[in-house]
C-alpha cells in the first residue's frame, strides 16, 4: 500500500445490512489534508472487523480494530498482530469499543474502553477506563492502568448509557467523548489518564449523532460523529469549534462520508488520527519484557460462520477476519 501522506488519517468502518452485528463491518482507512475531503488510503486491505481507530509514532501507523495492523511510513508494508487488553490479574478485559486516547511521557501508547457489557448490566455508574501498553510489545498489549471516570448515567442530562469513548488534546486540556445514544457528552482533565471531571459533563452533540472522535486542528477542534435516519443509514459527520468542550449546534454538522462509495449502506465509528510522529518510544516503552508476534494468517471461514478461539485471525478471499463473540456465540 501507499502510505498515507495527507494532515489526519481516519479508521472507519462500512456496513450492508444487519449492521447491529459486527461481523458484517468492513474497516477502512481514508486520509485527508482538511478534514473536510477524504480519500481512501491507496492499497489498504479492508478488514472484518469493527468499531476501529488509528495512532501514528514514528515510521508507524497502528490501525485496531481487527486485531492490530501496523503500517510502515516508509515501504507500505502492513504487518497483522493480535491485540489484547489485560486486567491487573492477567485475566482478559473482554474491553469494549477501544480506542487510542494519546502517550504516556515514554512514548507508551494510552487506550481508553468500556467493560463488557456482562459487567454492566443492572448498573447505572459505568467505568471508563484506561490501559497503557506493555512495554515492547510495539502497541499489541495493553494492561488496565486507572478509571478515567465513572459515569452516573442517571446524572446525565441526556438518557441512555455511556459508550464508545473518545480522547484527545485540545489545545489546552484533555477531553473525554462518550456517546450516550445520538448524543456526545464530554468531559475534562489536565492528563490524558485523567481523572476526568463530572462536573464538566457538557453535551457537545444533543440528537446530532453519536460515536464520537476529536481532533485539534489549526483551525479548532473538529468534532466527528455518526448521524442518520436508522441504524441501516448512517454517514459520518463533522464540526468545528474552538476547543470541542461546547454545545454545538446539529446544523453546524456537516456529511464527510459516505457508505455509497463502497456499496454500503453505512459510513460510521470514525477514530481520527494526526499524521504526525508523536512521542518516539524511549526507555520504558522499548524490551522485551512482553513479547508480541507478527503472525502469519491462516485461512478463515466465511463471514458469519463459526470459530473456535475469540480475537484468533485468519484470511477470507484477502480479507482478515477476526474471531467475534456475538450473543454469546463465537463467529
Known sequence: MTPPSAAYVMAFHTCSSNCENPTGHTVRLAQSQDGAVWSDVPGWKPLSGSVPDAIRRGNTFYVIGAGLTRIDMTTGSATADRFSVKKTNGSNALARDVSFAGQMPDGRFVIVYVPPMQDVVGTTSIPVQIAVE??????????????????????????????????????????????????????????????????????ISNQAGGVPAGVQSDSGVMTFVNSGSSRENLVIQRAVSATGTAAIPAAAFSTVLTGAAYGASTAESPGIARNTTGTSCGTGCTGSTTTSTSTTLGKAGRPGSRCTTANKQGTWKGSVLVCKKVKGKLV
Not at 162 to 191: A, C, E, K, R
Not at 196 to 201: F, K, L
Open 134 to 203: 506493555d512495554k515492547g510489545s510495539d502497541g499489541a498489549n495493553y494492561t488496565f492502568y486507572a478509571t478515567a471516570i465513572s459515569i452516573e448515567s442517571t446524572s446525565l442530562p441526556v438518557i441512555g448509557q455511556p459508550t464508545d469513548p473518545d480522547i484527545f488534546f485540545n489545545g489546552n486540556q484533555w477531553v473525554l467523548y462518550v456517546s450516550v445514544g445520538s448524543n456526545v457528552v464530554s468531559f475534562t482533565s489536565g492528563s490524558v489518564t485523567g481523572p476526568y471531571d463530572a462536573g464538566s459533563a457538557t453535551v
